[in-house]
């Protein structure tokens, strides 16, 4: 893998010199890897030949600590007079320029995906990179609930893109149902890892509350403090003058701690 700095924002009066980090795959053993460092795939622009990944506060469920919560029953009630299975698919045995599919997938980006990004040509570029290994499809005898796009590699599987039936996003929590059953299905594998995206602003705390084992990249290693993690998500609403090292009243860099805000001249 090649790991990669692209300037961005500069504040000389705090000496903040912003880098957004980027990591571009070289082999597809490297997937596991990849993402415990915090990456995730990036798909923004389809002219791009190379599998980009960006570095951010991602999420994931380590399975050696999961377990079914009152939350996950809950929902799974809900969803039993809908009858709905889940079929795992290798991408390979999918049919990605169905019509049916296509529609299915679009229609749901256009009316759920921030500026409905996620128009035909962006799909099929999604669907086209090696990165998607499989599939899942969720239906029940009489239609069509609901899709995953999942990159499973090693002991990790990543629940990238999701599209539902939003007819039945808050009658039946089908979106959380379905991450849910790919979670469960992933440690039945014996896998180690499911990662689910990023962690930003407090409407994404629902996938903490929901999955016990979940932990989130701090730039640093892998942590468990759901408390910070509210913080963070709290914060990322306010405008920050300076970046966590210097305005966090304890963080840690290996075994050294920053215990307190600093008035000194930041040079």
Same mark, same amino acid.
């Given at each position: 893998?090649?790991?990669?700095?692209?300037?961005?924002?500069? =504040?000389?009066?705090?000496?903040?010199?912003?880098?957004?980090?980027?990591?571009?795959?070289?082999?597809?053993?490297?997937?596991?890897?990849?993402?415990?460092?915090?990456?995730?795939?990036?798909?923004?622009?389809?002219?791009?030949?190379?599998?980009?990944?960006?570095?951010?506060?991602?999420?994931?469920?380590?399975?050696?600590?999961?377990?079914?919560?009152?939350?996950?029953?809950?929902? =799974?009630?809900?969803?039993?007079?809908?009858?709905?299975?889940?079929?795992?698919?290798?991408?390979?045995?999918?049919?990605?320029?169905?019509?049916?599919?296509?529609?299915?997938?679009? =229609?749901?980006?256009?009316?759920?995906?921030?500026?409905?990004?996620?128009?035909?040509?962006?799909?099929? @570029?999604?669907?086209?990179?090696?990165?998607?290994?499989?599939?899942?499809?969720?239906?029940?005898?009489?239609?069509?609930?609901?899709?995953?796009?999942?990159?499973?590699?090693?002991?990790?599987?990543?629940?990238?893109?999701?599209?539902? =039936?939003?007819?039945?996003?808050?009658?039946?929590?089908?979106?959380?149902?379905?991450?849910?059953?790919?979670?469960?299905?992933?440690?039945?594998?014996?896998?180690?890892?499911? @990662?689910?995206?990023?962690? @930003?602003?407090?409407?994404?705390? @629902?996938?903490?509350?929901?999955?016990?084992?979940?932990?989130?990249?701090?730039?640093?290693?892998?942590?468990?403090?759901?408390?910070?993690?509210?913080?963070?998500?709290?914060?990322?609403?306010?405008?920050?003058?300076?970046?966590?090292?210097?305005?966090?009243?304890?963080?840690?860099?290996?075994?050294?701690?920053?215990?307190?805000?600093?008035?000194?001249?930041?040079?």
């Amino acid at each position: 893998m090649k790991i990669l700095f692209s300037e961005h924002q500069t =504040d000389y009066t705090s000496y903040t010199f912003s880098y957004a980090v980027y990591c571009v795959k070289e082999s597809q053993e490297e997937l596991p890897e990849i993402y415990a460092r915090g990456f995730l795939p990036y798909t923004g622009d389809t002219d791009w030949k190379d599998d980009v990944f960006y570095l951010a506060r991602s999420l994931r469920v380590n399975l050696t600590e999961f377990k079914t919560l009152s939350e996950n029953r809950r929902v =799974d009630r809900k969803m039993e007079p809908l009858q709905a299975g889940m079929l795992v698919q290798a991408k390979s045995e999918f049919d990605t320029s169905d019509p049916d599919f296509v529609a299915f997938c679009t =229609d749901y980006a256009e009316e759920r995906f921030a500026g409905g990004d996620m128009d035909s040509e962006r799909l099929q @570029y999604v669907l086209s990179r090696d990165l998607i290994s499989h599939i899942f499809t969720f239906r029940n005898t009489e239609q069509m609930l609901g899709y995953v796009f999942a990159i499973i590699e090693g002991n990790t599987l990543h629940y990238w893109f999701s599209f539902y =039936d939003t007819e039945y996003m808050r009658s039946h929590s089908l979106g959380k149902w379905m991450m849910w059953k790919v979670i469960e299905w992933a440690q039945e594998q014996g896998l180690d890892y499911v @990662y689910i995206g990023t962690c @930003y602003r407090e409407k994404s705390l @629902y996938k903490v509350r929901d999955h016990k084992g979940a932990e989130f990249f701090d730039g640093i290693r892998w942590n468990t403090d759901a408390n910070l993690l509210k913080e963070l998500c709290r914060s990322d609403e306010q405008n920050k003058p300076v970046d966590m090292l210097k305005s966090e009243r304890k963080y840690q860099i290996g075994n050294t701690y920053f215990s307190q805000k600093s008035d000194s001249n930041p040079q």
